[in-house]
């Protein structure tokens, strides 16, 4: 068994769309039309065949409670990893990304949290290798 796919949920696809891509580097896998929405998912271009994001439309009732309490306690929706987050960090406040929670050093990892602009706090990782 594996995870082939996990969402976020969205409050503008298009939006979403834009920041995913453009912004964060992600790769469109699929973006068909479904009614009013669209089947929109994305993909790291470090593994196109890997697991992909959907971008969901949030207007189901439940989401907005849901992400409110997350947000209001500083939850991340979601988590990505990278192989350097200084530098990633640098590269997004330069494009004008708004961090809720600086670079943090857990001695593990190293995270950061920002907000995607689509209702979502996402947390960014850096896994250090196990001291031995």
């Keep these: 068994m594996r995870i082939a796919m996990t969402s ?3 409050d503008d696809q298009a939006a979403a769309k834009a920041f995913y891509t453009d912004v964060l580097g992600f790769q469109v896998r699929h973006d068909v039309p479904v009614g009013d929405d669209f089947w929109l998912t994305v993909v790291s271009p470090q593994d196109p065949e890997g697991t992909e994001l959907l971008l969901e439309p949030a ?3 439940a989401v907005k409670p849901y992400r409110d309490a997350l947000r209001a306690d500083g ?8 192989d350097d987050l200084a530098a990633e960090h640098a590269r997004l406040e330069g494009l004008g990304v708004r961090f809720t929670q600086p670079p943090t050093d857990i001695g593990t990892a190293l995270f950061a949290v920002l907000d995607d602009t689509c209702g979502n706090l996402i947390q960014l990782i850096e896994h250090r290798p196990a001291a031995g």
């Design 75 to 82: 939850i991340p929706l979601a988590q990505f990893a990278v």
């Design 59 to 61: 207007g189901h009732p």
């Design 8 to 10: 976020v949920f969205v």
